[in-house]
């Protein structure tokens, strides 16, 4: 049987973001549009939705991410083959 750790009730890094904001850095690129981020100061993962908004980072959003990254990168290398083609004609 799993036991979790006691969670901290109190950090300084959770205070400066409760009262100043996040600082997001992106960790990775999904698409032209869509970022995974984390916060210098609290550790705090979020990634951009499908409306733009920022949506906490879990195991299922991180898996989704990770599909759609798959499937941008296979598009772009098609598109960049076929332009490729196009310009040797």
């Known amino acids: 049987m799993r036991t979790q ?3 901290q009730l109190f950090t300084f890094s959770g ?6 904001g996040h600082d997001y850095v992106v960790t990775r690129k999904i698409t032209n549009h ?3 981020y ?7 993962e979020v990634t951009d939705n499908f409306s733009g908004r920022l949506e906490s980072l879990t195991y299922k959003t991180k898996e989704l991410n990770t599909s759609l990254a798959h499937f941008f ?3 772009m290398r098609r598109k960049l083959t ?4 196009k310009a040797n004609l």
């Not at 076929?82 to 083609?85: A, L, N, P, R």
């Open 5 to 7: 750790s006691p969670k």
């Open 82 to 85: 076929i332009s490729y083609e």
């Open 15 to 20: 205070l400066l973001c409760s009262t100043l």
């Open 34 to 36: 869509i970022n995974e």
């Open 38 to 44: 984390k916060c210098t100061n609290c550790g705090k």
């Open 73 to 75: 990168q296979k598009k």
